[in-house]
């Protein structure tokens, strides 16, 4: 990962593979002094087929989602857009609200380890602390979403980052994973693995 910053700018960009099968995602990330822009673009593969998918998350600067966009590339064209008011509250571009999504505090997005980031960042939880939360949850591969319970645990801390534990409450999934200092994934087993190391 290579971090510049210019003036109250911080631009973060970064890239991770896919362990599980063929794909590549490139982020890029943007804090200033009012808001966190990630705006990534993932080529990944939906069984035989290539997809691609362009999504752009945005938080205030306490990791709080406000707003996500998800566009997906295939034979067909889909989009995915929700804004939040951070207190659990979702509705459409249009203001609809999404009532079976009331509670949610965080965006999982399946293809894509960026969005482990916003709840370690939002929770900054020390060793041996554990929070559950309730999150949006994106299937980029059937493209829909829903809500789920998940928990974070941080398991040990050292000089470069963490080590965390995730546990998808509605599923019994369970993955370890390190993250950077900033909060970045590293190496998700089996899963991601980041092709840059951290440079300051």
């Known amino acids: 990962m290579e971090r510049i910053t210019t003036g109250n700018k911080t631009k973060i960009d970064l890239m991770w593979e896919n362990c599980n099968e063929t794909g590549l995602e490139h982020l ?11 705006n990534s673009i993932i080529l990944t593969m939906r069984g035989n087929a ?3 998918v362009w999504y752009k998350v945005y938080c205030d600067l306490d990791w709080n989602v406000n707003k996500f ?20 509250n979702w509705a459409t571009s249009t203001g609809e609200p999404v009532k079976d999504l009331r509670g949610c505090t965080d965006i999982d997005i399946s293809a894509t380890p960026f969005t482990n980031t916003i709840p370690i960042k ?7 602390e554990s ?19 998940q928990r974070y645990t941080c398991l040990e801390s050292k000089i470069d980052g963490y080590k965390y534990r995730y546990e998808n409450i509605d599923s019994g999934f369970m993955a370890e994973f390190w993250v950077d200092i900033e909060g970045f994934v590293i190496d998700y087993p089996d899963l991601f693995k980041r092709i840059y190391n951290f440079e300051s």
Do not use: Q, W
């Open 50 to 52: 290539p997809i691609r």
């Open 28 to 38: 890029f990330l943007l804090k200033d002094n009012h808001c966190i822009t990630a």
């Open 131 to 149: 929070k559950e939360i309730k999150v949006v949850y994106v299937d980029v591969y059937n493209f829909n979403l829903r809500p789920v319970k």
């Open 69 to 88: 966009d998800i566009h997906m590339f295939d034979d067909n064209y889909k989009n995915i857009m929700l804004v939040s008011d951070v207190k659990g």
């Open 122 to 128: 939002r929770l900054s939880l020390k060793p041996g």
